[in-house]
């Protein structure tokens, strides 16, 4: 059985770092697509950033240049690096793996648990 298990979340003052680690386990042939995703309070769950298996990332317009992504294939584990954190930041951030092909076979689509991440004073 395939989970995500994500981790790093906690307070920082504004201008503060994080960084968060997301564990995919389980039988896994691979993952194409892992990323982190955002959930503030009372708004949609939206996308912070994702990387695929070879490499290519895509960022949110308004973290760029502060936040990395990046993973090990062979641990099947992503990290998101985020810098000069801001307030309206703050949310539960969501691991995410798409396309995960189980040694099984098929293929799914994950998400962790969530880590609150709270930028305050």
């Known amino acids: 059985q395939v989970q995500l298990v994500d981790s790093g979340g906690g307070l920082v003052q504004p201008g503060g770092s994080l960084r968060l680690s997301c564990a995919a386990s389980g039988s896994i042939r691979s993952i194409y697509t892992m990323g982190w995703y955002r959930q503030a309070p009372g708004k949609q769950r939206e996308l912070v950033a994702a990387i695929t298996s070879n490499g290519s990332t895509n960022y949110a317009g308004s973290v760029k240049g502060r936040f990395t992504i990046s993973r090990d294939n062979a641990k099947n584990t992503v990290y998101l690096q985020m810098n000069s954190l801001k307030t309206a930041e703050a949310g539960v951030y969501y691991c995410?793996?798409?396309?995960?092909?189980?040694?099984?076979?098929?293929?799914?689509?994950?998400w962790g648990q969530g880590t609150p991440v709270t930028a305050a004073a």
């Open positions: 995410n793996g798409d396309g995960v092909v189980p040694i099984a076979g098929g293929r799914g689509h994950y």
